[in-house]
């Protein structure tokens, strides 16, 4: 195990960076599955960290363990990006799921109301919220906020085209509490008012 107090890392490039990587978010049970090839390189590193630590100090001591620990950091990022990958079943298992979850929603047919977070939507799914945009990001492009969004524009832009309801009949359909939040988010997926979408099939 290597901890490492906030303090060490303070003034240093990494102190922001380390933000950057996801997989601080993920829960225990998303662990990071390791090939012996890729023990190895772990293994080593942090190895060579615990002899720079038990070395004399010197100016040069904190630059280089933190120069390892960005090493470290950067091949977990490598090697959970492969697992996504790898596990091409299991990511498009869960891809399934999520559409069903939202397919469920937007037709009416889920226990709950209001608009899918992406917290809910993780909860649903056994997943951290993090985990589950990441393996999505890997597989699809989309993260699970980008998903949620695609599957709510379409729903919103069938019951325009196809059913009398108003805007603000649909926004409530789909969970939205203020129809202007709706309409703000249609446009900003569409380039157009939901009213001159409708317009375009008179």
Do not use: C
């Amino acid at each position: 195990m290597l901890l490492i107090h906030p303090d060490f890392l303070w003034d240093m490039p990494l102190a922001k960076a380390i933000k950057k990587y996801e997989y601080f978010g993920y829960s225990v049970n998303e662990a990071l599955f390791l090939s012996e090839k890729e023990e190895d390189i772990i293994t080593g590193i942090l190895q060579y960290i615990q002899q720079e630590y038990h070395e004399n100090i010197d100016k040069f001591s904190q630059q280089i363990i933190v120069s390892q620990i960005e090493v470290l950091l950067s091949y977990a990022d490598r090697f959970y990006n492969r697992q996504f990958i790898t596990r091409k079943i299991a990511n498009h298992q869960v891809l399934d799921r999520l559409e069903a979850l939202l397919h469920e929603h937007f037709n009416g047919n889920a226990n709950w109301k209001g608009l899918p977070t992406v917290q809910h939507i993780a909860m649903q799914l056994n997943l951290s919220p993090d985990y589950l945009s990441t393996l999505l990001k890997v597989t699809t492009g989309l993260n699970t906020q980008q998903h949620i969004h695609e599957k709510l524009i379409d729903k919103a832009k069938e019951k325009l085209a196809t059913t009398p309801l108003s805007v603000s009949e649909i926004a409530y359909e789909l969970g939205f509490e203020h129809p202007q939040s709706f309409s703000k988010l249609f446009k900003s997926k569409t380039n157009l008012s939901p009213l001159r979408f409708r317009q375009s099939f008179s």
